[in-house]
């Protein structure tokens, strides 16, 4: 599977971004994707998933409320609706294909897409 992360950019505090992520290679339909994120001098980190159906999702707390993850089986492709975008938001976002349904673990990564918030 090959995953093609885009839509990042530059944007000031409390603007909105929209990153996409689409596969290729294989159908993901029947696996649970998700986002992280990796900051400057920092670990990566989670940043939300969803189900294989988009029935179920999942977020990080520091995300929750702002971020909105979806997909579209029939493009292929995964969604993250980044809104009220803070300074701590910015990091290069990966997204990824699990081995499972429902969730991780996670074993396809994409090459990342550079999102940096302004203060």
């Known amino acids: 599977v090959q995953l093609q992360a885009s839509g990042g950019g530059l944007v000031q505090a409390g603007g909105s971004l929209r990153l996409s992520c689409v596969a290729s290679g294989r159908t993901v339909s029947s696996r649970a994707m998700g986002w992280f994120r990796r900051a400057p001098g920092k670990e990566r980190e989670f940043v939300a998933g969803?189900?294989?159906?988009?029935?179920?999702?999942q977020y990080a707390d520091s995300v929750k409320d702002r971020f909105t993850i979806s997909r579209d089986n029939a493009k292929n492709t995964v969604y993250l609706q980044m809104n009220s975008l803070k300074p701590e938001d910015t990091a290069i976002y990966y997204c990824?294909?699990?081995?499972?349904?429902?969730?991780?673990?996670?074993?396809?990564w994409g090459q990342g897409t550079q999102v940096t918030v302004s203060s």
């Open positions: 969803i189900s294989w159906s988009g029935g179920s999702t």
């Open positions: 990824a294909v699990s081995t499972a349904m429902t969730t991780g673990p996670y074993d396809y």
